[in-house]
């Protein structure tokens, strides 16, 4: 029901589309913001807001001879990261959002968030964005319309999703969206003054994955409140994916040319801040390869009529980890942001007005840090956050695939699984089938890193790295997976499906070091895996699965010593017997749901160790 309020911009010719005019009507009631905004995605809107974010203080234009049309952002030093504690999964039953999430039931998170939304957006505007996650032209677009009060979140939804009047006139009258409202939770009241980054310290991100809601309370900050990206792309879409037959995965997308001009094309699944953005754009170190991208966060993968398995990237912008970026490491990724039109989040600030951070070179004699405060390389302190990113379009990326755009997207050779491990895991291994390929993605685990707030370095268990981003009981979401081994429709065409591979760039020797080089390196195992899909290149049977040989490992021109080489790649079985108890106790959190297939390959992996 829409409550009878006069707010500028309410009442609106721009849409008929009546689902979508009543639910703007109701939020608008609630929220009761001055004005409300349906956004375009055109140059004059992208202008207007960055104007008026650099006028208040949220942004600051960038040299536009090093950045064009560029910002930098700094949030509140509580708003750099997303909420693990505070995203819920609001199903009906507690029983369906599993041991892994946070839950609360639907009536009970909407009537303590409608208590926050009441008047929430007082003094300020309510913009609302049409988006579509995927192609437009998809069989079935996926339409989403986020409300927000934050100009900043407007100014990234351009970038990271296809949004704007091209969306809205697509959706017609009556298409389906996922509705995504979105608050910062910082009503002004009148003759107050704003501050730069304005936001609440309650916090709710919460999914109501039956309706298909998404509702986000408090947060500016990327994944907590773009909401087509993890909340609707990974968490609603894993739910659907669920219900109609395809996945919705954290994965990278990357399409390689090996020198015989064979294609293929690798997915890979690794927790936040472990190295997706990276491998998505690597410049191989070895001649003749070549790597393109498609995605560097998100696939959805579906069965083509062919039963391969493919996969689209529904996002349209790289919302990428900055610390660590340089040519040096990620060329790909510096000539993208060179062209500009990109915001910079929590990043350093250099005195002719470009960004830098650590990772980029020498430090300058002079920054202005993530804090606002002047910042020397004798500071002490970090210039920007572990978590600062950069918000960039992907249609700048040099090296986009073509068939990016394509809505059937690309048909998947391998899937990669993994992690940050200091140590037991090895660089590459591959599975022995599916299902022992989905005992490595459930079993898989990781270092906790700085982009969700919490302790960073700890050891968990980060399943096919969806822990944050399953949107139900995960031991369904193993089920599901195993499902899909069954080929398209369970027709058992196994042979079309992609081999599974499980990696480890972090690895460390005794000295404390990285095992493994890493980045463009990380071509040599590419190749590898592309030999293993050809029947070319050598593995020994070990344990928990095929590894490279020392000889079937390309290390030509690499400064490696054998031993190096050897310890990167060794299956420490005591190591191993360690692990068993852990996944033990993880398994038994997913209770009777956890499907047996998974219990009897942990059988199996123990009787070949016991064999060792
Ligand atoms: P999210 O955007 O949070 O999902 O992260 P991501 O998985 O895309 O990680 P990203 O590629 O941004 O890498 C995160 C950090 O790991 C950066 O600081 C990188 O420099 C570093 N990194 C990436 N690849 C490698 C690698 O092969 N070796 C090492 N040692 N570090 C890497
Ligand atoms: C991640 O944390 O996995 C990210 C960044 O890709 S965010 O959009 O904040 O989720
Ligand atoms: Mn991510």
């Known amino acids: 029901m829409s409550a009878p309020v006069a707010i500028p911009g309410l009442d609106t010719t721009v849409t008929d589309h009546a689902r979508l005019r009543a639910w703007v009507a109701d939020m608008a009631a609630l929220t009761t913001p001055d004005e409300v905004v349906w956004c375009d995605g055109s140059d004059e809107e992208w202008r207007r807001l960055t104007?008026?974010?650099?006028?208040?203080?949220?942004?600051?234009?960038?040299?536009?001879?090093?950045?064009?049309?560029?910002?930098?952002a700094r949030t509140d030093p509580s708003d750099v990261a997303r909420v693990?504690?505070?995203?819920?999964?609001?199903?009906?039953?507690?029983?369906?959002?599993?041991?892994?999430?946070?839950?609360?039931?639907?009536?009970?998170?909407?009537?303590?968030?409608?208590?926050?939304?009441?008047?929430?957006?007082?003094?300020?505007?309510?913009?609302?964005?049409?988006?579509?996650?995927?192609?437009?032209?998809?069989?079935?677009?996926?339409f989403g319309v986020e409300i927000t009060d934050s100009a900043y979140v407007v100014a990234s939804m351009r970038i990271m999703a296809r949004m704007g009047?091209?969306?809205?006139?697509?959706?017609?009258?009556?298409?389906?969206?996922?509705?995504?409202?979105?608050?910062?939770?910082?009503?002004?009241?009148?003759?107050?003054?704003?501050?730069?980054?304005?936001?609440?310290?309650?916090?709710?991100?919460?999914?109501?994955?039956?309706?298909?809601?998404?509702?986000?309370?408090?947060?500016?900050?990327?994944?907590?409140?773009?909401?087509?990206?993890?909340?609707?792309?990974?968490?609603?879409?894993?739910?659907?994916?669920?219900?109609?037959?395809?996945?919705?995965?954290?994965?990278?997308?990357?399409?390689?040319?090996?020198?015989?001009?064979?294609?293929?094309?690798?997915?890979?699944?690794?927790?936040?801040?472990?190295?997706?953005?990276?491998?998505?754009?690597?410049?191989?170190?070895?001649?003749?390869w070549k790597v393109e991208t498609l995605g560097d966060d998100i696939a959805w993968m579906r069965f083509g009529e062919d039963g391969r398995l493919y996969a689209v990237n529904p996002e349209y912008g790289l919302f990428g980890v900055a610390p660590g970026t340089d040519y040096k490491t990620n060329p790909n990724a510096m000539r993208t942001i060179a062209q500009g039109n990109s915001l910079f989040t929590n990043v350093a600030l250099t005195d002719d007005g470009d960004i830098w951070w650590e990772g980029m070179g020498e430090p300058p004699a002079h920054l202005i840090d993530w804090?606002?405060?002047?910042?020397?390389?004798?500071?002490?302190?970090?210039?920007?956050?572990?978590?600062?990113?950069?918000?960039?379009?992907?249609?700048?990326?040099?090296?986009?695939?073509?068939?990016?755009?394509?809505?059937?997207?690309?048909?998947?050779?391998?899937?990669?699984?993994?992690?940050?491990?200091?140590?037991?895991?090895?660089?590459?291994?591959?599975?022995?089938d599916w299902n022992h390929g989905v005992f490595q993605g459930a079993t898989l685990s990781s270092e906790t890193t700085a982009a969700a707030v919490g302790k960073v370095g700890v050891v968990r268990r980060d399943p096919m790295a969806m822990l944050p981003f399953i949107g139900y009981h995960g031991g369904d979401y193993f089920r599901h997976w195993i499902e899909m081994g069954k080929g398209k429709d369970g027709s058992g065409e196994t042979d079309k499906l992609p081999a599974i591979f499980y990696v480890n760039w972090f690895r460390r020797g005794e000295d404390g070091g990285f095992l493994w080089p890493g980045f463009g390196e990380n071509s040599r195992v590419l190749k590898w895996v592309v030999e293993r899909l050809e029947g070319t290149a050598d593995a020994e049977e070990t344990p928990i699965g095929y590894v490279p040989t020392p000889d079937?490992?390309?290390?030509?021109?690499?400064?490696?010593?054998?031993?190096?080489?050897?310890?990167?790649?060794?299956?420490?079985?005591?190591?191993?017997?360690?692990?068993?108890?852990?996944?033990?106790?993880?398994?038994?959190?997913?209770?009777?749901?956890?499907?047996?297939?998974?219990?009897?390959?942990?059988?199996?992996?123990?009787?070949?160790?016991?064999?060792?």
């Open 371 to 432: 804090k606002g405060q002047d910042w020397t390389p004798e500071s002490g302190e970090l210039s920007s956050h572990p978590n600062s990113r950069f918000c960039t379009p992907i249609k700048q990326c040099p090296i986009l695939a073509d068939s990016y755009d394509d809505p059937r997207g690309v048909p998947i050779d391998a899937i990669l699984f993994g992690g940050r491990r200091a140590t037991t895991i090895p660089l590459v291994s591959q599975s022995r």
């Open 165 to 288: 009047s091209e969306v809205l006139t697509a959706m017609g009258d009556d298409a389906d969206f996922v509705p995504a409202m979105h608050s910062i939770g910082a009503p002004l009241e009148p003759g107050q003054a704003d501050v730069e980054w304005p936001c609440s310290q309650t916090k709710y991100i919460s999914h109501f994955p039956e309706t298909r809601e998404i509702w986000s309370y408090g947060s500016g900050y990327g994944g907590n409140s773009l909401l087509g990206k993890k909340c609707y792309s990974l968490r609603i879409g894993s739910a659907m994916g669920r219900d109609e037959g395809w996945m919705a995965e954290h994965m990278l997308i990357l399409r390689l040319t090996s020198p015989q001009g064979k294609v293929y094309h690798v997915t890979g699944a690794f927790p936040s801040a472990c190295g997706k953005t990276n491998l998505a754009m690597l410049e191989p170190t070895i001649p003749g």
């Open 51 to 72: 104007d008026q974010l650099v006028e208040s203080g949220t942004l600051v234009r960038l040299n536009e001879e090093r950045k064009p049309n560029s910002f930098w």
């Open 552 to 612: 079937s490992l390309d290390v030509d021109g690499l400064d490696l010593t054998a031993e190096q080489l050897a310890a990167a790649l060794a299956v420490n079985p005591a190591e191993w017997r360690q692990e068993l108890p852990l996944i033990t106790e993880w398994f038994e959190k997913f209770g009777a749901k956890l499907p047996g297939v998974l219990w009897a390959e942990l059988d199996a992996l123990k009787a070949r160790l016991s064999a060792e």
């Open 84 to 142: 693990e504690e505070r995203t819920y999964i609001c199903s009906e039953s507690e029983e369906d959002a599993g041991p892994t999430n946070n839950w609360m039931a639907p009536a009970q998170m909407k009537n303590i968030m409608t208590q926050l939304y009441r008047g929430c957006m007082r003094g300020r505007t309510m913009y609302v964005i049409p988006f579509c996650m995927g192609p437009l032209n998809a069989e079935k677009p996926m």
